[in-house]
């Protein structure tokens, strides 16, 4: 579109308006959903006489992602399927190989796949590899257990929603919402990234528990490993002397609270840049204060 375009021109805008907003990234979607069958398959999905389907061609897609590298313009790319993130990961590699280190404005890229939810085993480690991040939400996790053995069968389902995989390979995994498409509450993202069960505790028959995160990772994925897939490590992420002082503070502890209650735990107050920015109406309990 005309604003991809313009971006791929002019190049990034970065820290606008008191460093609250950075336009950096072109987002395509190069397939559909798992529920629909649309996202695009290495093979026939287990429920239906179809493999999903790549919304672009080679030569559509391939001189974006070339002009984002040439031009410092980070590129984050929607593939669910294991057909798709093939793709994906095939044409930034072909990019990294044609565009020298030396002329390109921003290294690395820090090019992304967001949603990488079915990925082949032997795809896993290009993404560290490559340095293609792995921009997941542990939410699709515990909303497609209810029909995703259904559509994949339980042999691949060693494939999907592979955090564990993707970190023992070296790999950092920003976490996030997908909001509106689930909830948009971090603390379900947190549960679901370390729990890997439904908030009613239910867990599909090969779902994979060991493939979760520890709770430490799964902060890491919703503070300091999303600041750094979005450059901003140095600014935001963790509580330290230098960066914006943008945090909250939780009704409980994250690493100590029963599994049952992390969803549960509510914000009690927010501050941006150093400023309380929300607050809970009623007075901090003695409890929340210590």
């Not at 604003?3 to 990234?25: F, H, K, M, T, W």
């Not at 490590?233 to 409980?252: C, F, Q």
Request: proline share 6%; aromatic share 8%.
């Amino acid at each position: 579109g005309e604003d991809a375009q313009r971006l791929l021109e002019e190049g990034p805008q970065i820290g606008l308006y008191e460093n609250r907003l950075s336009v950096r990234g072109i987002k395509i979607s190069q397939d559909g959903a798992l529920g629909s069958r649309g996202a695009a398959l290495l093979e026939p999905y287990s429920d239906a006489d179809t493999k999903g389907l790549l919304l672009y061609k080679d030569e559509e897609i391939y001189p974006v992602i070339k002009q984002a590298l040439e031009n410092g313009v980070q590129m984050a790319i929607h593939a669910i399927g294991d057909r798709a993130n093939r793709n994906v990961l095939d044409l930034y590699e072909l990019a990294f190989n044609e565009v020298p280190i030396e002329n390109r404005p921003v290294h690395p890229p820090r090019f992304r796949i967001e949603h990488a939810q079915i990925v082949a085993l032997n795809d896993m480690p290009r993404f560290c590899e490559l340095g293609v991040i792995p921009s997941m939400q542990p939410s699709h996790a515990i909303g497609d257990l209810h029909f995703a053995v259904r559509r994949l069968g339980l042999e691949r389902m060693t494939e999907g929603y592979a955090w564990r995989t993707f970190i023992d390979h070296g790999c950092y995994i920003p976490g996030g919402s997908d909001a509106p498409v689930e909830e948009g509450n971090p603390m379900i993202e947190f549960y679901a990234a370390c729990v890997r069960k439904d908030t009613t505790r239910f867990s599909a028959k090969g779902w994979h528990p060991e493939l979760k995160m520890t709770r430490e990772e799964a902060l890491k994925s919703l503070t300091i490993w999303g600041a750094k897939a979005a450059f901003e490590e140095d600014l935001m992420g963790s509580i330290e002397p230098g960066k914006l002082a943008d945090l909250v503070v939780l009704d409980r502890d994250l690493m100590m609270a029963p599994e049952e209650e992390l969803f549960r735990i509510n914000v009690v107050m927010t501050m941006i840049g150093g400023e309380v920015v929300y607050e809970k109406a009623e007075k901090f309990s003695a409890e929340a204060k210590m």
